[in-house]
């Protein structure tokens, strides 16, 4: 691509390859008029963003400033609503306007690839929708409620500073530069900006990164499930009403996805109150009362089957069923607790704020808490995504801004809501609930004592306090359900009960809750092993050639059992684990998750030095560098912190030295074998933070050098594909401008066939 | 009352085309449209076509 002798990228020669076929409307708005109409700042529309200002800054004051008694839940959502505003309209359109510079007159892949299948134009509406369902799951569900344990402060402020600045720009990036090259996928475009050495880095660390991401999703999961009767009969049953929806799809009524959609979620909510029956009767509760090691077996053989099984039959259906979930959870969410507006008592910043051995995530709040809660603020499983499929359907460049930037606005919000669901219940029964049991003792009596114990300001609990919620939720007991998926439900039941049903009907939503979290996660799960299993048959097929072709079998077996063999080890180490599993794995994900962001960031950079945008680098290097700072710091203290509860070696050499010298128990471990566990998982945990860290140094150097060398040479080559002309038009965000409009009933004037014609025939 | 219809209807047409309900319907617009001389794919055909592709080309979904 051409460049101007100041260094920025001109659109200028590309745009003279590009001339629009003159017997139809112009395929963008001129960009004179665009830029006009941008920066015309009615006196309407200067109010309507003075408002917002006003508004965010004061609910800003409320949550951040005021100590009161309590604060009001409505406060958060203008914090963040507001922010995401301003940050859209004033931040995304700087990186839109100076360093993507996106041109309308070029087609998409979706355009100048299309097939009828996998590169479609998609209305962005819709797209935005599909691409939200497609990065949301479980993860801003979780995180934020573990991280709770250090107040609601620097939690709120991590997620929404941290969308705005880091995650919702890295999605942007990932996205537009797939885009201009049909789509690739972050590891090809690892492996041509960044040659060999750091590609095959990249590569290695992704599929590492997404083995301890399925298997902490998966370990969530067990202890949200571990004897509970009624949890168990209604997720399991979700594999039947899978099963019977593929079937539904594939021989009886092919295509009726909203249909079985419909018909899937009916069931669900049958096997949920079929659950609260089934765990009622003495067969039931005894047949369906599954420790924490049988389930994560469970889980291991269905997910091994899940893998190998065609897609028509599990996993497209669960699909299905998981994205109409999603999006009428998130709905009814919002709703709830707008309607609801429940007080909140939790400080805004906790006791354990400033300690470094929290009973739910240990270490200190920089950098824990911001490896804590990863989807929500900068998720790197996002750039997976954001690369590959969305790019292949979006229908106009200016388009990636709405959908990339705003579709991680609209995660960051659910994780603001899942905080709010989490912190509005009572702060002792949070910490009985998310304490390890070697910790809480398993029993309300023990739990009860332990969390007063604790002696947190306004905390004093009742084991009848813990036992009427276990209650009231439909559950033996919830001491130590650690993992975040428990609390956000018994918080979420604690608001819904107060919008739909009172009381009676805490028990449906608790495990309504379980079961969307659970549904979520198995779908990750499944969809995960799978992208696993395709990079590593490919890497293999580098070396054994056999091994790239798909359809064969034994191939297809051998990495799916590698793949579900090592998060399966990871997950049932978990499970194990005495020092509560959550409490030390926890971080690791975390960590996994935001150097998988790092890379994707470092990526970004490297290309972006390429087009020549030196001048606005630092977009993408702020939230790099912070992104490695924090991982690697946190990878660090896990590695070479001297106290035991924070690093793994630390932990590692006290448990060894305590088995040395015949010691039967020691810690938090009471048997000999539990401390031998302990030496295991230490070492496990450990010896992964150190390739983790060293692969993303490898990908984050060489991208460093990379754009150097762009900078010293003025720019590289680019490997987008070369720009096409655009023979469609679609406005570029929620509403349309009124040129936008303009345009728009000009193309609606051209006949169909024409409109509709392709460009490629040959 | 029948704006009350039409919007759940178009909702339900939303949810629908976020599922991907609409697939072959954008199918056949495009077979028409590009000009191929075959006959398209039968609506039981494409979704079958569809789900065995995704077989080989897995789609990730995240945490």
Redesign the interface.
Known sequence: MGKMPDGTQSTGTVDEQMEHDPTLPAPAVEDSVREAEERKWTPLRIGVWVAISLLGGIAWFMLAIVRGEAVNAIWFVFASVCTYLIGYRFYSKVIERYLLKPNDRRATPAEYK?????Y?RT?R??LF??HF???????PLVGPVIAAQMGYLPGTIWIILGVVLAGAVQDYLVMFFSMRRGGRSLGQMAREELGVVGGTAALIATLLIMII?VAI?ALVVVNALGESPWGVFSVGMTIPIALFMGVY??FIR?????EV?IIGFVLLLAAIIGGGAVASTEWGAAFFHLDKVTIAWGIIIYGFIAAVL???LL??PR??L???MK?GVIVMLALAIVVVRPEITVPAISEFASRENGPVFSGALFPFLFVTIA?GAL?G??A??SS??TPKLIEKERQTRFIGYGGMLMESFVAIMALVAAISIDRGIYFAMNAPVALTGGTVESAAQWVNSLGLSGVNITPGDLAQTANDVGEPSIVSRSGGAPTLAVGLAHIMQQFIGGTAMMAFWYHFAIMFEALF?L??V???T??AR?MLQDSIGNFIPKFKE??WRPGAWLCTAIMVGAWGAVLLLGVTDPLGGINTFFPLFGIA?QLLAAIALAVCMAIAAKGGAFKYLWIVALPLVFAAVVTITASMHKIFSPVPAVGYFANNAAFSKALDEGKTSFGTARTVEAMEAVVRNTMIQGVLSVIFVVLSIIVIITAIIATLRSIRDGGGHSHEDPGRPSRVYAPAGLIPTPAERELMAEWAKVPL?KR???P??H | MRRAISGLRSFAAYLGAVMGADAYGKYLEHHAASGHSGRPMTEREFWRDRTDRQDVSPQGRCC
């Open positions: 299309a097939d009828g299948k996998d479609v209305d509406n819709v929708g599909h369902a497609a990065i949301a799951g479980a993860g991401i999703l799809l594939r092919p295509g009726r996805v909203l959609s065609p897609v028509w996993l497209a699909d299905y998981s994205t109409f999006i989807c998720s499983f996002h997976l995504i590959g499929t996660i779908t990750a499944d969809a995960g799978r992208v395709f798909a359809s998750n066939e509709l014609e392709t490629r025939h």
